[in-house]
C-alpha cells in the first residue's frame, strides 16, 4: 500500500470499524479498495468507515464509497461514514451525492449507535 495512506481496523459489538489515515488517490485506490472488502464481515448488519484522519479523497476515492455503500446495500448492510462536521471533506461528500448513500457520522460513536437504531 502506498506509504501515505494506513487502514486501521477494528470490531465493536460485531461491527467492522475501518479508519483511512492519509490520502487516497489513484496510486493508493487498488490498496485501499481491497483492504475493505476484505475488512467486511457477510454476517454484520454495516460497516463504519472512519474518514476522521483521512487527508485526501480523489475523484476515484469517492466513487469507491458509492461503490461500496452499493456493495454492502446488495448484502442488506449499510454503510456509514464518520467525517468531523468542521472537515472540508464534508462539503465533498454533500457535493458529490456520497451522504445520500452512506450516512455520514461526525463521530464513530454516533454511527454505531445509528447502525443499531437500523437493526
Given at each position: 500500500m502506498a506509504d501515505l495512506v494506513r487502514i486501521t481496523l477494528n470490531e465493536c459489538k460485531g461491527t467492522q470499524i475501518a479508519a483511512i489515515a492519509g490520502g487516497v488517490d489513484m496510486a493508493s485506490l487498488?490498496?485501499?479498495?481491497?483492504a475493505l472488502q476484505?475488512?467486511?464481515d457477510a454476517s454484520g448488519h454495516g460497516f463504519v468507515l472512519d474518514l476522521t484522519a483521512a487527508t485526501y479523497l480523489d475523484s476515484a476515492a469517492v466513487a469507491m464509497l458509492f461503490e461500496l455503500a452499493d456493495g454492502l446495500r446488495q448484502r442488506?448492510?449499510?454503510l456509514r461514514?464518520?467525517?468531523?462536521?468542521e472537515a472540508l471533506m464534508r462539503k465533498?461528500?454533500?457535493l458529490t451525492g456520497v451522504d445520500r448513500v452512506a450516512?455520514?457520522?461526525?463521530?464513530v460513536d454516533a454511527a454505531l449507535a445509528a447502525l443499531a437504531r437500523a437493526e
Open positions: 487498488g490498496d485501499v479498495r481491497s476484505r475488512a467486511v442488506r448492510q449499510q461514514l464518520v467525517v468531523p462536521d465533498t461528500l454533500v450516512p455520514v457520522h461526525s463521530d
